[in-house]
């Protein structure tokens, strides 16, 4: 069974940094699939943040292009997203997410797993 834990939110002050990490375990296709992560911050719709595309590429919103950065360890099935010069607005629970299709959309309704969320809280 396929499972993806992520770790890593907190609270911290505007213009600090965190490191996301999403562990994924169960998964039985070799290298890991399309996998990105998404957030919903309170009384929203959740969105897209960033993700690594089939071909190996980093995908961004507009929102976090410059702050963000995705990167993905295979030998230890795990994706991250370190986070820097944080905004209140990026405060969200952030979800990791995997698409097993190839090509994948990396897109909310086409994700096939989704962790539990791990809770990022900006101070201004």
């Known amino acids: 069974q396929v499972q993806l834990v992520e770790s890593g939110g907190d609270s911290v002050q505007a213009g600090g940094s965190l490191r996301l990490s999403c562990a994924a375990s169960g998964w039985p296709y070799g290298n890991l699939p399309c996998m990105g992560w998404f957030r919903q911050a309170p009384g929203k719709e959740r969105e897209f943040v960033s993700a690594?595309?089939?071909?190996?590429?980093?995908r961004y919103a507009d929102s976090v292009k410059g702050r963000f950065t995705i990167s993905q360890d295979n030998a230890k099935n795990t994706l991250y997203l370190q986070m820097n010069l944080l905004k209140p607005e990026d405060t969200a629970m952030y979800y990791c997410?995997?698409?097993?299709?190839?090509?994948?959309?990396?897109?909310?309704?086409?994700?096939?797993?989704w962790g539990k969320g791990t809770l990022v809280t900006i101070s201004s």
């Open positions: 690594i595309d089939s071909t190996g590429s980093p």
């Open positions: 997410a995997a698409e097993v299709a190839v090509p994948c959309e990396l897109v909310d309704f086409a994700m096939d797993y």
